[in-house]
T-cell receptor, first 111, second 116 residues
Framework: QKEVEQNSGPLSVPEGAIASLNCTYS??????FFWYRQYSGKSPELIMFIYSNGDKEDGRFTAQLNKASQYVSLLIRDSQPSDSATYLCAVVASSASKIIFGSGTRLSIRP | GAVVSQHPSWVICKSGTSVKIECRSLDFQATTMFWYRQFPKQSLMLMAT?????????EQGVEKDKFLINHASLTLSTLTVTSAHPEDSSFYIC????????????FGDGTRLSIL
């Protein structure tokens, strides 16, 4: 079992709809979770972080965390073509020594 | 805030050349920096974790004598690809994490390395 798992996609969503990206992790002691966006040929950029169970909203983005289910998700409302990218879920290991990245979900917003 | 500068952004050189890549945290101190490699359409692969003032920790399968890492200060880490060969051509990305608490990693813009 991978430490951080994501569906590789591609996930195709119509413009204006909600894109839902999911991530599961294996280390039950993990406390910190991050979402990064990576455009093709570019390096990842941090878009959200969440530490507590529940929802955290930032503009069109909502991160959701359920530690009991070891599940973290990212919702993108009113999806735009510019949201087309690979989204990386990242989890800080319980040892806090490093961040473990998922392999990413490729999101495509179709006009 | 949290800007990480990586230089150079693009390198083309002949086989056998050694290439040095710099990673600087511009507005924060980073006890730990990370070096990744990414091949086209593949996920990030962690190569090594660079700790200021101590030896880097390399991931399994990464040759430490091939990829030399120096983290001499809290704002600078360097990766030197020694005697580079075409198979070393890749996108190399550094990231840095600020000291104190649990901090996210912030990435540099990456270095595209092409070995002829």
């Amino acid at each position: 079992q991978k430490e951080v798992e994501q569906n590789s996609g591609p996930l195709s969503v119509p413009e204006g709809a909600i894109a839902s990206l999911n991530c599961t992790y294996s280390d039950r002691g993990s406390q910190s979770f991050f979402w990064y966006r990576q455009y093709s040929g570019k390096s990842p950029e941090l878009i959200m972080f969440i530490y507590s169970n529940g929802d955290k909203e930032d503009g069109r983005f909502t991160a959701q965390l359920n530690k009991a289910s070891q599940y973290v998700s990212l919702l993108i409302r009113d999806s735009q073509p510019s949201d087309s990218a690979t989204y990386l879920c990242a989890v800080v290991a319980s040892s806090a020594s490093k961040i473990i990245f998922g392999s990413g979900t490729r999101l495509s917003i179709r006009p | 805030g949290a800007v990480v500068s990586q230089h150079p952004s693009w390198v083309i050189c002949k086989s056998g050349t050694s290439v040095k890549i710099e990673c600087r945290s511009l507005d924060f101190q980073a006890t730990t920096m990370f070096w990744y490699r990414q091949f086209p359409k593949q996920s990030l692969m962690l190569m090594a974790t660079s700790n200021e003032g101590s030896k880097a920790t390399y991931e399994q399968g990464v040759e430490k004598d091939k990829f030399l890492i120096n983290h001499a200060s809290l704002t600078l880490s360097t990766l030197t690809v020694t005697s580079a060969h075409p198979e070393d051509s890749s996108f190399y990305i550094c990231s840095a994490r600020a000291t104190g608490g649990v901090q996210p990693q912030h990435f540099g813009d990456g270095t595209r390395l092409s070995i002829l």
